[in-house]
T-cell receptor, first 115, second 116 residues
């Protein structure tokens, strides 16, 4: 019940295309859904996050959407650029007292954007 | 504002030895969490400290331990190292309340531990 399932494992997109990464969860106590971007040799960096009372959030070329009834959320990268090539992780957390500091991560998606 | 700082960046140890990793959180952050990242298991939560107290713990054996100092700096210790402990160990910090849109988790660049 604590898992977050992420797909696809890897994704190859041409420059200018749209990259879509999907995540699904089981734990209905989750109420915070961030996305992280990780480049080789670096730690995960917070990319964008959404609250469960919001269905969509857009920041520049990055859009995240949230479907509470389906327990799914996704990341769309518009006009994908070679510099977007990285590993993307979805994550979830709950506000409960036993969840301090704990994010449950998806398995990650390796995105490659070809020039 | 400086980010989360971890030292050292790389470590090579032998099976059976022990190792200590250090972390300095973002200024003003009082919560420090530790994660293990491996290709097979992904990112897994180890434990979280706030005001020098462990508030949360993941499913790792007792060989993995940590502590936090009064200045919020934290250390993580792994005793009796095993080959399977080879991983990237990530430290992250936040203000201290439940993780949320207004209090996200910020990660350092990690310590790469290799056990031979």
């Amino acid at each position: 019940q604590q898992q977050v399932k992420q797909s696809p494992q890897s994704l190859i997109v041409q420059k200018g295309g749209i990259s879509i990464i999907n995540c699904a969860y089981e734990n209905t106590a989750f109420d915070y859904f961030p996305w992280y971007q990780q480049f080789p040799g670096k730690g995960p960096a917070l990319l964008i996050a959404i609250r469960p009372d919001v269905s969509e959030k857009k920041e520049g070329r990055f859009t995240i959407s949230f479907n509470k009834s389906a327990k799914q959320f996704s990341l769309h990268i518009m006009d994908s650029q070679p510099g977007d090539s990285a590993t993307y992780f979805c994550a979830a957390s709950s506000a409960g007292g036993t969840s301090y500091g704990k994010l449950t991560f998806g398995q990650g998606t390796i995105l490659t954007v070809h020039p | 504002k400086a980010g989360v700082t971890q030292t050292p960046r790389y470590l090579i140890k032998t099976r059976g030895q022990q190792v200590t990793l250090s972390c300095s959180p973002i200024s003003g952050h009082r919560s420090v969490s530790w994660y293990q990242q491996t290709p097979g298991q992904g990112l897994q939560f180890l434990f979280e400290y706030f005001s020098e107290t462990q508030r949360n713990k993941g499913n790792f054996p007792g060989r993995f331990s940590g502590r936090q100092f009064s200045n919020s700096r934290s250390e993580m210790n792994v005793s009796t190292l095993e080959l399977g402990d080879s991983a990237l160990y990530l430290c992250a910090s936040s203000f201290g309340g439940p993780l949320s849109y207004n209090s996200p988790l910020h990660f350092g660049n990690g310590t790469r531990l290799t056990v031979t």
